[in-house]
Nanobody, 121 residues
């Protein structure tokens, strides 16, 4: 099995920063793209940022210039550095990874359990 465990969420004031982490564990042969999504109350889950195994990144327009995604392939971990946070960034943030468990399995998407980020004064 594969597990994605997130950490780093919490309550922060507008303009503040948080760093989310997501570590993948279990039977893993290769991790392809990794990413972060978020879901605010009453809204659909939306893509925040992605990073390929080679390090290429992409961001939602709403977070460009404020958020930075990175990964440590040796630790099977993806990070999301969030700066200049706004109240509209409040949401549950989910980690996603496309993982191939063995050489004879196809890759599949896995999700973390979510971590709450609240931006409020």
């Amino acid at each position: 099995q594969v597990q994605l465990v997130e950490s780093g969420g919490g309550l922060v004031q507008p303009g503040g920063s948080l760093r989310l982490s997501c570590a993948a564990s279990g039977t893993i042969w290769r991790i392809n793209a990794m990413g972060w999504f978020r879901q605010a109350p009453g809204k659909q889950r939306e893509l925040v940022a992605t990073i390929t195994s080679g390090g290429s990144t992409s961001y939602a327009d709403s977070v460009k210039g404020r958020f930075t995604i990175s990964r440590d392939n040796a630790k099977n971990t993806v990070y999301l550095q969030m700066n200049s946070l706004k109240p509209e960034d409040t949401a549950v943030y989910y980690c996603n990874a496309n993982i191939r468990r063995t050489t004879w399995n196809s890759a599949a998407d896995y999700w973390g359990q979510g971590t709450q980020v609240t931006v409020s004064s």
